[in-house]
């Protein structure tokens, strides 16, 4: 296998989610707390089991267009939203106000079919604003009726009270938390990489972050890991930066940008984005970077392959299980 200095690489790029930390008891946790909570106590339904799973959240991802986690989470709220709404009024019933909902049960006959709904999502090109219009043909009139209960400003202060905690939340937003007041989930975190290694590759190339977070929660959790010393400051791009996503290549791109201003012309070729979600590979493809995937957070060995085939699918220069992999490949 050739390295990574046969390939004459200068500088990685780094997603956080699944790369640097895992994030599926946190901002996973998230999408299906919030989900539940959304739908149980504001809307008031009821589930005969929970409604999401982490391989649910992982599906969304692999479908594309689902780089933000606000965005699953809204997503998921509103198939559930407009599938109960939609069995209601199909039954006889008329749904006209939040009311109508409360007590309402779903269970395997009557939740969305999400793996068909995102499929067909994906046809279209994925994402939230295709999702959208595939609810809106097979909902048609009901899917208008659950978006007047879609209150998509909630439901990402639920997320952000859950993922923040008490302390977090309020350092961020200058108010308290309303919905949530236990622990926040982010202290969950567990490094998916060590520093010993981090600190290596630090020394021997250009290291930046391209990441979906925002600045406030890039640097809670490089300082809660003490991953900061290995990232300049400049070289960290987040979604306030760039309110656009990958696959759009604007972060990756933003980070090579501020590295040239240091260090001169970096061709594309000499820089590698590392990343968890198809997204990240066609992302650093737009950019003309290479690719190197991480499997790391998926706990399934069969999980594990369909991503890696995905990943190979897109290009990937390399594809690791493990960060450990690259002392391998360096």
Known sequence: ???MMDLGLRALIWDIDGVLVYVGASYRRAIIEATDYYLSEVIG???EKNILSLADTQKFKLSGGFNNDWEITYAAVLCYLASAVHNIESGGGRVDSIKDLSGYVLGDETEPDLDLLLALAADEGGGLVNLLKVLGGVYAA???KAKEMWDTDLIKRIFQEMYLGRVLFEEKYGIL???YDG???MAD?????GGELLGTLSKRYLMGIASGREHFEIDAVLGYHGFNSFFRREYVVGSDDYAVGKPDPAQLLECKKRMEKKQGVIPGNEIAYLGDVPDDAVAAERAG????GVTASIPDDGGKRDLRERFSELGAEFVVDGLSELKKII
């Open 183 to 185: 622990a926040g989930f």
């Open 189 to 193: 975190e567990k490094p998916l990489i």
């Open 177 to 179: 938390p309303k919905y």
């Open 142 to 144: 009901n899917l208008t």
């Open 1 to 3: 296998m050739s390295s």
């Open 45 to 47: 339904l009821r589930f």
């Open 289 to 292: 970077f290479r690719f190197i």
